[in-house]
């Protein structure tokens, strides 16, 4: 049987810096700022104090279910880096990084997870989304928030991100199919850690690579050592960049491994191989970075003191201001539920706040 | 001012405020070029563009979930189911975040958008294109639901679903899209949610319904004036939240109700209403609530149609057994 190949397709793997951060070709230009990159390892360490901060705070009854980053940290952190205040998050729960860098303070993501919602009532990143539980609803969001913000002529980009088990959900493919067709600025970023809760990669799907899953809906799609920060920021930078000025929609799968549970109420021990994950904490982010750093004589004991000072500073204000938030009152169940709360739910209101906080 | 049918008159609403709020945008599968499969936005492309009148891709939760995104830009989105019973992909996304995100985010976040859906039975369509499952959708907080029974109620409920602050879900009867026609002008003029509609004042019992059910109630209702039995009938029209003192002023005056729906009788809307009345004005009632509704059933394929939708003879005989009650 004579055939024609009327498609074909590859994914590029991105790196530049290999686990002992030495770079493996050219690095990008603004990997030679010293200042840029011990700024991404401050950011990749408070993410990680902040981590085992939230964790202490669930394990000591003071705070509700809570996702970490464990050695994740490099793709909020790459992405959110390069993203302005113009441009929208579209965050899913593990996306702490991308929101710390957004401008959603600690507090707001602690209020969160302790189960108020003036959490998501974001100060800084006004139209962000707040952090989406139901997996890979968000995509289909970001490619809403794209349509808009193409229909106004804008100038902005739409970063979501989803884990790559959410990947195998129906919304992930229609929200970058619609991305496709219509040419839409948002960049997908799928966080491969290697686990959905406890199902590994292999269950999850037949393909190769997450991001090839982007050729179905006719996107570029892309992968990248998630654990490399300058690799997920430089294709983040031209995804962004990209989305920006009318370049469409850009899928980025981001290889790492998660050192942690799911959440708090996970227990990784049950399912995780303990060699594979001695391997893979060989290979996390924060290691290479520093060696880096240590290699073009940019950082020092002193350096690395100093951060954690700091750091545990400005962790342990969040923390309180966390601790010392007013307990939501029970009118609040009501009074943004609509613009107007209907007759019919009014006497339930009353009756809420006569109750009170009991 | 001109004559015009349901669906027209949802054309005109739309059309109205497309013209008078560039952040309105409408779009589903087919509503360009084709005007949509029963025609209600037929035109509208062609008047206002490939931009705000879009042809998506077919993808139910994609739709609505692009409505999430684009309202919560601020812009007005009025998105199409093409049949209520394709509707359930796309409950994730109305339920989970259009009904949920103002109040997650304390208000920083809102959902401006209106969500059409045909509905119900009576028109020989096939499997899954005739149920009526309002309930389920007046059951989330944070939605409202809306189901205009005639022409003038069509285009001005649409206005106030265009324009409310929060998620509407817009459910269209589809049997009574073309059986009647109204002189409706097109001012712009909006009819209020939240608000029941008396079509016709009595004194003997109230009769409360909504959607394509209106038109057998108001016959039922003139047929029982000439047994000497004066009946007032209220257009819910908003099925969440429902105004409920409209009807328990009808109640008190008259002393009797009966509801008539063509969705199915358990956890319904009139579950709801009947539970109301009971709650709040079981004193003033002379006879139990009556209900006459489609059958705890499977919507039957269409030769069993008719035997599952109320009729005008089921609806007079649950009257007349409430008027017998002693």
């Given amino acids: ?358 | 001012m001109a004559a015009i049918t349901l669906i027209e008159a949802v054309n005109a609403a739309m059309a109205y405020e497309l013209d008078n709020d560039p952040d309105v945008v409408l779009f589903g599968e087919d509503v360009g070029k084709n005007g949509g499969v029963f025609r209600a936005t037929d035109g509208l492309q062609k008047k206002f563009g490939k931009e705000r009148v879009i042809d998506t891709p077919l993808a139910e939760s994609m739709i609505a979930g692009l409505a999430v995104g684009m309202a919560a830009q601020g812009m007005k989105p009025i998105a199409e189911m093409q049949f209520m019973g394709f509707i359930f992909p796309a409950v994730d996304q109305i339920f989970c975040h259009a009904a949920r995100l103002r109040h997650r985010t304390r208000g920083r976040i809102t959902q401006p958008l209106v969500i059409r859906a045909p509905y119900g039975g009576g028109i020989h369509a096939p499997e899954h294109h005739s149920e009526s499952t309002e309930a389920l959708f007046s059951h989330i907080p944070g939605l409202k639901v809306v189901i205009p029974s005639n022409p003038s109620r069509a285009y001005g409920l649409m206005l106030a679903a265009i324009r409310d602050p929060d998620p509407v879900i817009f459910l269209e009867p589809k049997r009574v899209y073309r059986i009647v026609k109204h002189e409706v002008e097109d001012n712009g003029e909006e009819y209020p949610l939240e608000a029941c509609f008396v079509d016709r004042e009595g004194s003997d019992i109230t009769l409360i319904s909504w959607g394509a059910m209106m038109h057998e109630t108001l016959q039922a209702a003139e047929k029982l004036a000439a047994e000497g039995i004066d009946a007032e009938v209220i257009d819910v029209a908003t099925v969440s939240p429902i105004d409920m003192d409209t009807i328990l002023e009808s109640v008190e005056k008259t002393g009797r109700a009966c509801i008539i729906q063509e969705a199915p009788k358990s956890g319904s809307v009139g579950s709801e209403i009947a539970a109301e009345i009971a709650e709040k004005g079981i004193l003033n009632l002379l006879a139990p609530i009556g209900r006459v509704s489609g059958y705890d059933t499977v919507m039957p394929y269409y030769r069993l149609e008719k035997q599952y939708m109320p009729t005008v003879d089921r609806i007079l005989d649950e009257v007349r057994t409430i008027m017998e009650y002693k």
């Fill in chain 1, 1 to 358: 049987m004579t055939t024609t190949t009327v498609a074909s397709f590859e994914i590029k793997y991105h790196q530049y810096l290999d686990a002992n951060g030495k770079p493996t070709k050219d690095i990008p230009e603004f990997a030679k700022d010293m200042n840029i990159m011990r700024e991404l390892y401050r950011d990749m360490y408070k993410l990680r104090v902040f981590d085992a901060k939230a964790y202490a705070l669930q394990r000591t009854g003071k705070m509700g279910t809570y996702p970490a980053s464990l050695g994740q940290e490099a793709i909020g952190i790459g992405y959110g880096d390069v993203m302005t205040q113009e441009d929208v998050l579209i965050p899913y729960y593990r996306s702490t990084g991308g929101l710390l860098k957004h401008g959603v303070t600690m507090e707001e993501i602690l209020l969160y997870w302790g189960g108020d919602e003036a959490g998501s009532n974001y100060s800084v990143a006004k139209e962000d989304f707040p952090i989406c539980v139901p997996i890979a609803n968000q995509i289909i969001h970001a490619s809403g928030v794209a349509k808009a913000i193409q229909m106004r002529k804008q100038k902005r980009a739409v970063v979501t991100e989803i884990g790559e088990g959410g990947t195998s959900e129906g919304d992930f493919y229609e929200g970058i199919n619609v991305a496709g067709v219509w040419n839409l600025g948002v960049v997908f970023f799928i966080n491969n850690n290697q686990w959905a809760i406890s199902v590994p990669t292999d269950i999850q799907t037949a393909c190769e690579t997450y991001a090839q899953k982007a050729i179905a809906a006719g996107v570029e799609g892309i992968q990248v050592d998630g654990n490399d920060i300058v690799a997920v920021r430089e294709v983040s930078n031209y995804a962004l960049e990209k989305a920006r000025n009318g370049g469409g929609p850009t899928v980025i799968e981001a290889i790492t491994y998660r050192l942690c549970d799911h959440t708090t109420a996970d227990d990784a021990s049950r399912y995780d191989d303990p060699k594979v994950k001695e391997e893979a904490w060989k290979n996390e982010p924060m290691i290479r970075l520093r060696k880096y750093l240590e290699d073009n004589k940019a950082w020092s004991d002193k350096d690395e003191e100093e951060m954690k000072e700091k750091t545990a500073k400005e962790v342990d204000a969040a923390v309180k201001a966390y601790e010392a938030a007013p307990k939501p009152t029970p009118e609040l169940m009501f009074d943004h539920l609509y613009a107007e709360l209907p007759e019919m739910t009014k006497p339930q209101r009353e009756a809420a706040i006569k109750r009170g906080a009991k």
